[in-house]
């Protein structure tokens, strides 16, 4: 009784330990997202402190694509249903430039009413600078992030 006893908690300590090394992966963290994450931005109102939202950029370097993700805040109506959206493109720009992005027509977004967050949204652009666009609308405010070329490579 007590091997049938050991041999069962060992095989729940394997379940738990597996369910948290896979816990932590792309798709639990990055919100559909694979890869590593490289950035978080803050979606602000123009002038403002408060960030509505925090889009997250991430990179799969076994595929070479980009993926963003814009996630509500609870100043801005996070688990509330509310205009929320993420762009991501690849532009011309092979080196950075924090005003200007001129997009090849490569690109993914994602603009409709959720309660959380926008996205996932890929974008392949081995070469290219990226330019990741995201939008919060609530209680009347409109917060923005707009990154110019970046991410260059």
């Avoid at 939202?53 to 991430?58: Q, R, S």
């Avoid at 205009?83 to 532009?91: D, F, G, K, P």
């Avoid at 939008?135 to 409109?142: G, K």
């Amino acid at each position: 009784m007590k091997k049938k006893i050991a041999a069962v908690v060992t095989a729940a300590a394997a379940v738990v330990a597996g369910s948290i090394l896979v816990a932590p992966g792309a798709d639990a963290s990055g919100y559909g997202c694979s890869g590593t994450e490289i950035g978080t931005y803050a979606v602000r109102v123009s002038g403002g402190t408060t960030s509505y939202g925090t889009a997250h950029l991430y990179y799969d370097s076994a595929t070479g694509d980009n993926c963003a993700v814009n996630v509500a805040t609870a100043a801005g109506g996070y688990g509330s249903p509310h205009e929320i959206s993420v762009y991501l493109s690849a532009c011309k720009e092979t080196s950075p430039n924090p005003t200007t992005c001129t997009p090849t027509g490569t690109a993914g977004s994602d603009d409709k009413t959720y309660d959380y967050y926008a996205g996932p949204v890929r974008v392949h652009a081995p070469g290219k600078c990226i330019y990741l666009y995201a939008t919060d609308t609530f209680d009347w405010n409109f917060a923005d992030y707009f990154s110019g070329a970046f991410h260059c490579g």
